[in-house]
């Protein structure tokens, strides 16, 4: 099967006009922590989700959204249209396409998949719940228009349905019989020489789930014709190892490289630019109002004068090496037009030592302050790579008179020490923010009252908060206005205090070109290996 | 009849400890903080209904009791249960990962035991000596350094020398069998060499120890006055008497190879059990961790029950 596997890539290879040398295939390098999702699994039902870069590169979606404005461009779908009522929305698609296996692909693949996930949102599908908000049905009038209908206005259908993955339905729709149980234990994968069957610009022809997936060029595919005959991924257990195969030139590319990195890789001849953040790194000041213990953490002015006393240019200097912006807002630079111009709050130690003292917060003894007669000494949560970032927050809180002291925990832990007792037991968090789609919407959710227990990282529950969430997920104008209105609200507030926005540090070699070097989007972005992040990629000369 | 009481009881003692530790693997997994569900349902998209979902399909909305005789059922069936992770049975994701793993922390523990027996071995010959003195400080050396350090000085030593990373060179177009399997001992050099190190000396200091305990007996004694040269007492006389505490150590040191080594797989992304345990660790996978640590249970406890009898063999006194 391997042989197979290899030997179409060499076909295809052949069939370009270049040779059939390993050189020709682009070789990739990810740390398999860095993956959303299972790294090399193509099961979106199934763990996390699935290798959510790898799915988006072979099931294609009706919409993408350029960079860097963010603007929905046309993909399976050339062009849409929708009521005056905001209910039912209509997508012409491309005429005769086809699946990688020949078949094709039409409407009905579309509805199909929207239909299946629907019937099963509250079971096998629930990961897709969110994208089929007061959906109602999909259909397929013709081979080449679809139709969704919708009970309420949504705002975001683009970046929702229409950012879902479609589904060969002559693939999928066995394991979609019945129940859907069958749906999370599907095996996507090559077998007997057959690649994996797919509708985006490169098909998988090999693939061990942890260790290394296999992309050939896909002859079907719709959309331009990718200058690279195919690309291979290999999953690192640690990034230091996948470094130093990167500068041994066992691999060609890699994304997420650490800071510390970037000098080294530059000096040796690598590209290396830093693009803007996709995700940010958060200190959670507990807002529950019924925090059992310390509950002048509630005090805005507390919350006010930690903010002033967190030291963001040297968490960007030290921490990221200067491969970071300082945090503002919750949407991180990549989001562009959501994000308001609200500048990174100053560091004056000065400023917070007199809002504390008017506060009424005297220093005790060993110079912390005390609050209810107990010293204003707190426990953060924090993972194992939270260190650095704690000693320059610990150092800043000190000048202050606050005391923090560390506990790391793993991932899983720490939410659950976060989220124990209803939000009411934790003082403080350190978390980076998990990565969601290019569209506001998933990071506003986390702080929404409904996220809590889920994937609320602060607790943050606000009637107003929640009133305007629901506005901008339906209206039809103004809503990057309610959006800003909402980043207002936790900046004011302070559930969390975001400190930097690490860049997007992707590395490759100088023997390869036609990666975006733009600094406004990462080609490479891990989570979002997206078709057109690698459809201009050949080697130079 | 007396050596058929020792054998059966055992067996009992072994079927006994398995049993303890099941329970326990099932215990111990739950007591961490955080589930699969709350793991699982943390991501982008996520929603209480992915929630309640999930719970039900892993069974966790059952009591914790229930639970229990549920996974103990199964167990009597043959059945590991289903991967919380990959919706995949556990048995068939431990075999691929015991398939890679066994090859690379095998021949590295029986490397380490040779290495290890010889130094000891040498160490006493020369006892006393210059020889002794480096032989016993190098060994401690590499028992102390952390394995997962050494495994990264190794990866920046052999970098574009050796192969640092995975268990074989996937971009090999058309390799014929001898190639790959050349490419896959390739790629166990330098993984193996850390792991060996890091073994090795523990088997060199407790050979060296209990060589130097068999010494003061007195029928070494006799045996240097009947005129055997230095190297005929150690080859005859003590080690043979050594090699008790050893075969203990060596069982061990068996059995655990199905665990993998977590620290070196991780280091050179080598796709065996030891990285699935982490992995399974971080995704609160418990099917998978329960499955994992009973195949390493039954195995140390199978390999002790062997050293059981080998004992037996080299002594037949221990039955008094």
Request: hydrophobic share 45%; aromatic share 10%; proline share 7%.
């Amino acid at each position: 099967m391997r042989l197979l596997a290899l030997a179409a890539v060499a076909v295809l290879l052949s069939g370009c006009g270049a040779s059939s040398s390993p050189s020709r295939v682009l070789r990739i390098g990810i740390v398999a922590s860095a993956v959303v999702g299972h790294s090399g699994v193509l099961n979106p039902f199934s763990g996390v989700g699935g290798d959510y870069g790898a799915i988006n590169t072979i099931y294609p979606s009706l919409v993408l959204f350029d960079v860097p404005a963010l603007n929905p461009v046309p993909y399976v779908a050339t062009s849409w249209t929708v009521s005056r009522d905001g209910l039912t929305w209509t997508f012409r698609l491309r005429p005769n396409m086809r699946w990688s296996d020949g078949q094709p692909l039409t409407a009905r693949d579309v509805a199909w998949t929207l239909t299946t996930l629907l019937k099963f949102k509250n079971g096998v599908a629930a990961g897709f719940a969110s994208n089929l908000g007061h959906l109602v049905s999909a259909s397929a009038p013709n081979a080449t228009t679809v139709v969704l209908r919708y009970n309420a206005p949504v705002s975001n259908v683009l970046a929702e349905a229409g950012s879902v993955q479609i589904f060969p339905e002559h693939v999928w729709a066995r394991a979609a019989a019945g129940n859907g149980s069958g749906l999370p234990s599907f095996v996507n994968a090559p077998a007997a020489g057959h690649p994996v069957v797919s509708g985006g610009p490169f098909t998988v022809t090999e693939l061990k789930p942890n260790q290394f997936v296999l992309f050939a060029r896909n002859p079907y595919y719709f959309g331009p014709r990718p200058a690279l005959a195919g690309f291979g991924i290999q999953y690192f257990g640690t990034s230091d190892a996948m470094i130093t195969a990167l500068k041994a030139g066992q691999i060609d590319a890699a994304p997420g490289i650490p800071p510390t990195a970037v000098s080294s890789l530059r000096a040796s001849g690598f590209v290396v630019p830093d693009a803007l953040a996709l995700t940010e790194d958060d200190l959670f000041i507990n807002p529950t109002p019924g925090k059992l213990s310390h509950r002048e953490l509630l005090d805005p002015r507390v919350r006010e004068a930690i903010d002033m006393a967190v030291d963001r240019q040297q968490i960007v200097n030290v921490v990221y090496l200067g491969h970071a912006q300082p945090g503002s807002v919750i949407e991180p630079p990549a989001f562009g037009k959501w994000r308001p111009s609200i500048p990174s709050p100053a560091f004056d130690p000065a400023a917070a030592n007199r809002l504390l003292d008017a506060a009424g917060y005297k220093r005790g003894p060993g110079g912390v302050r005390l609050a209810d007669g107990h010293p204003m000494t707190y426990q953060v949560l924090g993972t194992p790579d939270s260190d650095r970032e704690f000693a320059i927050i610990q150092s800043g809180l000190q000048r202050i008179g606050i005391n923090v002291i560390l506990r790391t925990l793993d991932p899983p832990a720490e939410f659950a020490a976060i989220s124990a007792n209803g939000y009411r037991n934790y003082d403080l968090a350190l978390r980076a923010i998990p990565v969601g789609p290019l569209d506001p919407d998933f990071n506003l959710s986390v702080y929404a009252c409904f996220t809590r227990g889920i994937y609320n990282w602060s607790g943050f529950c606000n009637p107003t908060y929640d009133r305007l969430y629901r506005q901008q997920e339906s209206v039809t104008s103004g809503r990057v206005r309610i959006v800003t209105e909402m980043q207002r609200i936790l900046y004011d507030q302070r559930p969390a205090l975001v400190l930097a926005y690490p860049d997007e540090l992707n590395a490759w070699s100088k023997h390869w070109t036609g990666f975006a070097e733009s600094p406004a989007f990462a080609t490479l972005s891990v989570p979002y290996m997206a078709p057109y992040n690698l459809t201009g990629v050949h080697r130079t000369g | 009849m007396v050596r058929a009481r020792y054998v059966l009881e055992r067996a009992a003692f072994a079927l006994l400890t398995a049993f303890v530790a099941v329970t326990l693997n099932f215990v111990l997994f739950r007591a961490l903080p955080g589930t699969a569900v709350s793991n699982l349902a943390g991501v982008p998209g996520a929603s209480a209904a992915l929630q309640h979902a999930l719970a039900h399909e892993f069974g966790l909305d059952k009591s914790t009791w229930q639970q229990y005789i549920d996974y103990l059922s199964q167990l009597f069936h043959g059945n590991l249960g289903v991967s919380f992770d990959n919706r995949q049975p556990v048995a068939a994701n431990l075999a691929a990962a015991l398939g890679n793993t066994v090859p690379l922390v095998g021949l590295a523990t029986i490397v380490a035991i040779l290495l290890g027996v010889l130094t000891g071995l040498v160490s006493v010959w020369r006892r006393g000596t210059w020889l002794d003195q480096v032989n016993t400080n190098i060994a401690i050396a590499f028992f102390a350094f952390p394995v997962q350090w050494l495994g990264l000085m190794l990866v920046i030593l052999f970098a574009g020398v050796l192969p640092t990373n995975g268990m074989e060179n996937d971009f090999l177009i058309n390799p014929s069998f001898a190639t790959h399997i050349g490419d896959v001992m390739t790629h166990m050099v330098v993984p193996g060499v850390t792991l060996a190190l890091g073994l090795y000396g523990g088997f060199a200091l407790i050979v060296r120890s209990a060589l130097l305990d068999t010494l003061s007996e007195d029928y070494i004694l006799t045996a240097r006055a009947k005129g055997l040269s230095r190297w005929g007492v150690l080859r005859r006389h003590a080690l043979p008497n050594a090699m008790l505490p050893t075969t203990t150590l060596i069982a061990l040191s068996l059995g655990q190879i199905v665990a993998g080594s977590i620290l070196v797989e991780t280091v050179f992304s080598w796709p065996g059990i030891g990285r699935a345990i982490y992995q399974a660790v971080l995704d609160r996978d418990y099917p998978t961790l329960q499955g994992a640590f009973l195949i390493l249970t039954l195995s140390v406890v199978a390999c002790n029950f062997i050293a059981d009898l080998v004992y037996l063999k080299l002594d037949p006194r221990i039955t008094g």
